[in-house]
């Protein structure tokens, strides 16, 4: 299918892409495009604007500051995938990065993306949520930094205001005991269920609206993961319990 029709905006600076933002009734944010542009092509995202950012310069900085990393909204996946700075010191980051998609989704998909995104499947918001980072949003009123235990409100919803750009997200330093596993059909698709581990702090995806934090010693407490043609709710409660378990042992 083709997408419905949309009127394309191509801003060269974060400042006119929030001005865009600001003034446009209905207008969505492109990066990647890896998961916008199958919904458009599907019409399950019908926007009367499409804000393109990747033609605005030095948008594409993985740097260091407070204590952390901060990825910035043009930083593609298998960029932060290589980053030499996040290997050190966020190494969760680049190892989750292997389990999202392909290379060539990886290429053009960006980090800000995936968390901008919200999918409760996804590898990363679990992954900052874990770490307990932030997405800084810049919007007519200004920069505000959104912890991402606030971040993420439901299936493909987040804290971001229609006329807020999401500039980076950082992640704060951390080389303790981490890691992720997670179960899918096959390699590459997204996850029935998954878990991340960051020093004591555990977060589940793939079972929930959202990412959620949860107790490693009982990761399914209070769980209600939904049935699909997938899993059941029992077997996605299984998996986590046996995938905290490994995690947690490793
Ligand atoms: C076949 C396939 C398999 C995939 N498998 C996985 C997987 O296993 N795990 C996984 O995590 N992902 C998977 N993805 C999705 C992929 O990781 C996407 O790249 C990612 O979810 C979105 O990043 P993007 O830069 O492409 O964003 P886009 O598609 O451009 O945008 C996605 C959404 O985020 C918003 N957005 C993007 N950037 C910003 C910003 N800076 N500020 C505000 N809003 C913004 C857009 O408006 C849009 O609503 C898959 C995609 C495909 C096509």
Known sequence: MK??????????SVDEAVRLLGMLEDAKVLAGGQSLVPLLNFRLARPAHVVDINGIPALDRIYERDGGVAVQALVRQS??????????????VPEALKHVAHQVIRN????????????PAAELPAVILALQGSVRALGPGGTRDIPAESFF?????????PDELAVEVWFPAFTGPHGLREESRRHGDYAMAGVVRAGDR???????????????NEPTRDLQPSA????????????????TRELFAA
């Not at 997408?3 to 060269?12: D, I, M, V």
């Not at 409100?153 to 205001?161: I, K, P």
């Open 79 to 92: 960029d932060a995938q290589r980053s030499e700075l996040l290997q050190k010191l966020c190494p969760l």
């Open 228 to 243: 699909d043609l997938e899993a059941t709710p029992g077997f996605r409660k299984h998996l986590i319990t046996a995938m």
């Open 202 to 216: 555990l977060a589940l995806f793939g079972v929930a609206p959202t990412p959620v934090t949860a107790d490693p």
């Open 108 to 119: 053009r998909g960006t980090v800000v993306g995936s968390i901008a995104h919200a999918d």
């Open 153 to 161: 409100m439901g299936v493909l919803e987040s804290a971001l205001a």
């Open 3 to 12: 997408p419905a029709p949309f009127e394309y905006h191509a801003p060269t």
